[in-house]
């Protein structure tokens, strides 16, 4: 319905849907810090920060009725992230994970079985009403990989309905092979998905471990021949590939190393520089060179998400 003369614009609004989790890091000393976290999140939390206020960045999960869990909403809308369409389940929590490091790279240890979040494909009526109204639906692989079957198969037919809507779809592949019953599985829902996607925006070295990719351009390749118009293939800040509507590939020269004093979020935060940039007018170079900015400053910061006010020479 257009809208009267001088009635303010509606929001331009961004779904990012996944699995937020409690995060233990190390503290010194035999400690822990507790925060929260997750790929998904992680890149909702820094759009947020990027982005001009006119967008709302909303997240989809679902959660308990526990403690943490209602900790985890209000990080959540603190930060400024909307919590509107979060459901909650009677019996379920949610999911903790701590990160172990050595020499600046992560590895992690999950509890998440009875994960709330493993749930939020099984009511199409509440996933519908979430994604309604969204100019940028955002899934990965990791929120894929939670689910069980039918759960897949209904957020697969939501993200083809979004695209056909109007909606644009972007996808990280974000492959863990551990949360899969096997590589087989894994690799058949993750091409499923990418091809259901707008953007697609692969680490090459989890696409050359998992489906036998020979180079940056090979991943491009492959993902833009599943229909997906924009390819970005990342390289842990070396030349990435770019694949803009099917075109070959191009190579884009390496921004430049740092030395990561942890590279939790390096990812996230790359999608969420890189996806900042382009709904605001920037060229896929230009939006490259955002993403590693952000993720360049992220990996030198212990934990997945540095707070707003540390990032506010990048917008």
């Not at 999140?41 to 308990?64: I, K, S």
Request: proline residues 6%.
């Amino acid at each position: 319905m257009p809208q009267p003369p001088g009635a303010a614009r509606p929001p331009k609004r961004i779904l990012s849907v996944g699995e937020c989790m409690v995060e233990m890091s190390h503290a010194g000393d035999g400690l822990w810090r507790q925060g929260f976290a997750g790929d998904t999140l992680n890149t909702a939390w820094y759009l947020r920060a990027l982005l001009p206020e006119d967008w709302a960045v909303d997240y989809f999960t679902v959660l308990g009725t526990d403690p943490l869990s209602e900790a985890m909403v209000r990080f959540m809308r603190d930060a400024g992230i909307g919590t509107g369409c979060i459901p909650r389940h009677p019996d379920r929590v949610a999911g903790l994970y701590m990160i172990s490091l050595k020499d600046g790279e992560r590895s992690f240890t999950y509890w998440r079985d009875r994960s709330a979040a493993r749930t939020l494909a099984d009511d199409t009526t509440q996933l519908q009403a979430a994604v309604e109204g969204a100019d940028l639906l955002y899934v990965s692989g990791i929120t894929m990989a939670i689910l069980n079957d039918d759960g897949r198969t209904t957020l697969l037919d939501r993200m083809a309905k979004s695209r056909a809507e109007g909606t644009r779809v972007a996808f990280d592949p974000n492959l863990r092979p551990k949360l899969w019953k096997d590589a087989a599985s894994m690799c058949r829902v993750i091409e499923e998905a990418a091809a259901r996607a707008d953007i697609v925006l692969p680490s090459h070295d989890d696409e050359a471990a998992h489906f036998g990719d020979a180079s940056l351009g090979e991943t491009a390749r492959r993902y833009a021949a599943l229909g997906a118009g924009e390819v970005l293939v990342k390289n842990g800040g070396g030349a990435m590939a770019l694949s803009l509507a099917g075109a070959a590939p191009v190579i884009l020269p390496a921004p430049g190393m740092v030395t990561p004093l942890d590279t939790t979020g390096a990812g996230d935060s790359f999608n969420a520089g890189y996806l900042a940039a382009r709904l605001t007018g920037c060229d896929p170079h230009q939006a490259m060179l955002r993403g590693h900015a952000l993720a360049a400053r992220v990996v030198r910061h212990f934990g997945a998400l540095m707070p707003h006010d540390r990032l506010d020479t990048l917008r």
